[in-house]
Structures are given as C-alpha cells and as structure tokens.
C-alpha cells in the first residue's frame, strides 16, 4: 500500500513539475515576443531618426546648389559685358609678353 501512494505522490509531484515547466516555458515565450517586439520599436526609431536626418541633409544640400546656381548666374550677368574675362587677361599677358620678346 505504501508503494502505491509513493507511486501515485511521484505521479502527482510530475504532473506538478510538468506544470511548472509549461508555465516556465509560456513565461519565456512571453518574454521573447516582448524584447522582440522593443527591438523592432527601437529599430523603428532609428529608422526614422535616419530618414529625418538624411533629409534634413538633403535639404540643406539642395540650398547649397541653389546658393550657388544663384551665385553663379549672378557672376555671369555682371561679368558679361567685360572684354576679358580672368582667363583672357591671363592670356593676353602672356601674348603681351612673347611679343615684347619678339621686337
């Protein structure tokens, strides 16, 4: 009789443990499907963060091509009527030069 009632205790003490285990076990899925769920929240984060970044750059990119389209078209315009440019001053030293060498 005492080996049945130790038989029926150890059956009683698994099917406590095995209790134990599912709980232990829906315990540490739950805690897995949390951090994965903040890595994918702090992942988004910085995504976003990225993106705003990039485009601020961007931004301030195409402000600085169009400074200097600007800058450029305005160059353009005020020089355009001068007969030399820096180039052809340049040039036309150095022509000046190689015929106050010839004579």
């Known amino acids: 009789m005492k080996d049945h009632e130790d038989v029926l205790q150890n059956l009683k003490a ?21 951090q994965d769920l ?3 929240a702090q992942a988004e984060k ?3 963060s990225i993106y705003e970044s990039a485009k601020f750059q961007k931004d301030h990119i195409g402000n600085a091509v169009q400074m200097v389209k600007e800058i450029t078209t305005f160059m353009d ?11 052809n001053t340049k040039s036309s030293i ?5 015929e106050e060498e010839e004579e």
């Open 14 to 34: 698994d099917e406590d443990s095995q209790a134990n285990v599912v709980i232990v076990r829906d315990g540490l899925s739950r805690a897995v499907i949390k």
């Open 77 to 87: 315009e005020r020089f355009k009527d001068m007969p030399n440019n820096a180039l």
């Open 38 to 40: 903040m890595i994918h």
């Open 46 to 48: 910085q995504r976003a």
């Open 94 to 98: 150095i022509d000046d030069d190689e």
